[in-house]
Nanobody, 119 residues
Framework: QVQLVESGGGSVQPGESLRLSCAASGNIVNIYGMGWFRRVPGKQREFVAHALSDGRTHYADSVKGRFTVSRDSAKNTVYLQMNDLKPEDTSIYYC?????????????WGQGTQVTVSA
């Protein structure tokens, strides 16, 4: 029973910032990584950023240089600092936890938090 709880979404103007957080709880043993995806109606879910347990981070080209993903391993929490937000960043953001269970990857998802960027 893995649970992810997200917070930090909201409505901002272009150029402003938001910081999302996601805390994981439950039967968590071997974390491969934690990260963020987003989805708008009519489009596929899009990778945003993730932080792997080996220390690597990766970003979608659309957010590179503006967003920063980080993890607090002791708290099983991942953050997404979003700077210089643009209208095209408007989406529901979903926290992702990828575990290695029995040698295979298993993905767990939060309920999503709305980010709206508009003038």
């Amino acid at each position: 029973q893995v649970q992810l709880v997200e917070s930090g979404g909201g409505s901002v103007q272009p150029g402003e910032s938001l910081r999302l957080s996601c805390a994981a709880s439950g039967n968590i043993v071997n974390i491969y990584g934690m990260g963020w995806f987003r989805r708008v109606p009519g489009k596929q879910r899009e990778f945003v950023a993730h932080a792997l347990s080996d220390g690597r981070t990766h970003y979608a080209d659309s957010v590179k240089g503006r967003f920063t993903v980080s993890r607090d391993s002791a708290k099983n929490t991942v953050y997404l600092q979003m700077n210089d937000l643009k209208p095209e960043d408007t989406s529901i953001y979903y926290c992702n936890l990828r575990l290695i269970e029995d040698g295979s990857a298993s993905d767990y998802w939060g309920q999503g938090t709305q980010v709206t960027v508009s003038a």
